[in-house]
């Protein structure tokens, strides 16, 4: 059987974005191929749908696979990956983050870059919005499959079907950092005033950590390294769901709350035009106050007359990555 091998970043931690959307692809694409899914921390094996072996990351064993398992097909979405001496390397762009104003990425890296680009057999990433970006940077037009969500992802899948919390709140899932743009909703006090605003993420780096300290001192709810079956649960009860980022490569956050038919907003940005095809997301500015009719909007609970579009599922993602992969 043809092997694959998908690189990625850390799963110690419940994965999110990129990672999440690698999980789930390697475990898909394993009913087809052998997949290796390799991060900094672990080193596994799937077949079949299945993980079959895990092991802690060692480059020894990463050279290992690399000489002796016949690599054909190789995804990455890290650059020290990518610069190994893989075969068919297919390199995934999930944003233009080192080229936008929240960078500190050095030149080094943004050369590194555009050397992989420049060598990848076929270059993919999540979004029109991002391809537009990596067209004009690169002079390279890559395919967009944009991201999707597990089938089980449904109220069914809530196993204590009673709230978590008991006061009534909205939610913010994402990781803590600049251009998640938190401390936009310290502008939105007034406004969300009878709410607590619950925040599922983690600090990513210092900056993180001192956005956190800064909300601390308000009405937050903060929630790091949640199962998903307590994530859905608390997406499922809020009173809507709020996404204020300044800059997404994607935003699955987003995805997960339209499934649950929750309405959302979202601010309005660039880089997360592409949710406009759902009725329920409602495009606002964060970064100054929102109007009391934004908030009657996303309160009102008669949604079920409101035709949502389909969100693919990761296993309909692999098999467009399939397709990709025989072209």
Known sequence: MKKILVTSYSFKLNPGGASKRNFYISKYLS?????????????????????????KFSWTKFFKIILFEKIHVTFSDTIKFALLPLPNLYYTIHDMREWSKFARENFLKKFLLKYIVSKCNKLITVSFFQKKKIKKIFKKSPYVIENGLSEDWSIKRIKNKKKIIKNKYIIYVSNFSKNKNHLSLEKQSEIFKGYKIVLVGRALN???????????????????????????????????????????????????????????????????????????????????????SNISWAINKNIKKIPLKSVDSWRQISEQIKKLIHV
């Open 206 to 292: 210092k900056n993180g950590e001192k956005i956190i300290n800064n909300l601390k001192k308000n009405n937050y709810i903060f929630m790091n390294n949640i199962k998903e079956s307590k994530l859905v649960n608390l997406i499922y009860y809020s009173e809507f769901v709020i996404f204020p980022s300044s800059y997404e490569g994607f935003g699955i956050p987003v995805l997960e709350a339209i499934k649950l038919k929750k309405k959302v907003l979202v601010n309005n940005v660039p880089s997360l035009s592409h949710f406009k095809k759902f009725e329920v997301v409602k495009y606002v500015n964060f970064n100054s106050q929102l109007k009391k």
């Open 31 to 55: 009913k087809y191929y052998d997949v290796y899914l390799v991060d900094w921390n672990n080193i596994s094996l799937f077949k079949n749908l299945k993980k079959v072996s895990n092991s």
